[in-house]
């Protein structure tokens, strides 16, 4: 069964960095586009970032610049780099596949970026 496991969160502090992870498995990654979602307190899951099977990337406004998503296809591997954080990044980040139109997450990795 598809299984996504995320890791790499915490406390951090402004302008610091994190790298998240998100260790597939179920399914055949290297065909799979791949996303990472952001939750916040009392807010909506939103769209963060997402890498297609060719490499192709794009990025919510609110991070661009600042977040990077790579995969490395021999880990069954997708992470997202995080630099420059701000409190407004606080949040539980979620990897994210569609497969046959159905929605795989994972369990997410809480990340908090405060003094």
């Known amino acids: 069964q598809v299984q996504l496991v995320e890791s790499g969160g915490g406390l951090v502090q402004p302008g610091g960095s994190l790298r998240l992870s998100c260790a597939a498995s179920?399914?055949?990654?290297?065909?799979?586009?791949m996303n990472w979602y952001r939750q916040a307190p009392g807010k909506e899951r939103v769209w963060v970032a997402f890498?297609?099977?060719?490499?192709?990337?794009n990025y919510a406004d609110t991070v661009k610049g600042r977040f990077t998503i790579s995969r490395d296809n021999s880990k069954n591997t997708v992470y997202l780099q995080m630099n420059s954080l701000k409190p407004e990044d606080t949040a539980e980040y979620y990897c994210?596949?569609?497969?046959?139109?159905?929605?795989?997450w994972g369990q997410g990795t809480q990340v908090t970026v405060s003094p």
């Open positions: 890498i297609t099977a060719g490499g192709t990337t």
């Open positions: 994210n596949i569609r497969i046959n139109g159905n929605a795989y």
């Open positions: 179920g399914f055949t990654f290297r065909r799979q586009n």
